[in-house]
């Protein structure tokens, strides 16, 4: 339904510049002012591509009118003033749809923001009460487990004990979503973090075949974190790593200390990330895996969003991905990517 939409609004847009192309042409010796009307009404396609599709295909649009429209005027044009006014219309026809293509998109990204924030405040509220049911059920579970354990269910309770870790860990990704509460923030070594969590993975990937090589900044990255909160994102991010990567494959965790912020680069050699997923990787229950509820990544997101950080991926399906970790080492009181983008635009 949404292509046909696009093919018919696509199809009108060709239609209005092949009908104001066919009065443009035919209008050779007519008079100033049909001119001038047949001028001004291919800023028709130019606004509705620019409003329907956005920057580029509203650009492209302007800059297709603007070679369909030039070849006619300057051959009829014989003096300078009408040269440089077929230059400033053709100028013109490029402005409007780079503003007006501007102005969608951003406006269309700020829409995605609010939509964001509503569904995790909604996702808040339902953690804050689910968690708390789950957390009361793990431990009377807990409970149960410890008092009838016995020899001969040793098989069983091994199978219990691992359910039970499946179920903490549902919580502890749950609770991750709660609604905001003041967060413990202390000056803390990430290179001992990373180093720590590397050895907690260890057992795993020499299992699998797997090498873990670290690559650490020699001045040290001293920032302003919740360590455990922290651990929990490196182990899920060195996790799906371990996941993704083959007997053989090599698995790079690097970190960069940059000024008023650490970067984490976690690196696979795995089969990568398909381009229309990299926009959906961090959205809550979105998952390629089976069996798995699609919540690990977006609860880690939060969590370096919530302490002013940010993560980025990088993928090309079939050389792996990367996963960067940016944390901030003192609060600013600015999201890192404002920072980022700053420091862009300064250079």
Known sequence: METLKQSTKTGLIAALIVVVTILHYSSAHGGLGAHIAHR???????????????????????????????????????????????????????????????????????????????????????????????????????????????????????????ELGRLEQMVDIISTFKTAEPLRLFSHELNAIIQERI????????????????????????????PESLRRVFDRIIQNALEASSRGQTIHIQSRRKGDHCEVAITDEGPGIKSENLQKIFKPFFTTKENRDGLSLSASYKMIKDIGGEIQVKSKYGQGAEFTVIIPREDSGKRIMDQLEQQKVSQ
């Open 199 to 226: 050895k907690h993975h260890l057992a795993v990937a020499n299992k699998n075949g797997v090498t873990i090589k670290m690559h650490l900044d020699d001045k040290g990255c001293p920032a302003q974190v919740d």
């Open 40 to 162: 001004e009404l291919y800023f028709i396609p130019i606004l509705l591509c620019s409003f329907w599709f956005g920057l580029k295909p509203g650009i492209a649009t302007s800059a297709a009118i603007s070679v369909i429209y030039a070849p006619h005027v300057f051959s009829s044009s014989g003096t300078d003033s009408n040269l440089w006014s077929v230059i400033f219309q053709i100028l013109m026809f490029n402005v409007v749809a780079l503003i007006l293509g501007y102005l969608v998109e951003r406006g269309k990204r700020q829409q995605e923001q609010i939509i964001a924030v509503e569904k995790s405040s909604v996702l808040g509220l339902a953690a804050t009460a689910v968690g708390h049911e789950m957390k009361d059920l793990l431990n009377a579970l807990k409970s149960i487990s410890s008092q009838t354990a016995k020899p001969e269910f040793a098989e069983l309770n091994r199978d219990f004990q691992k």
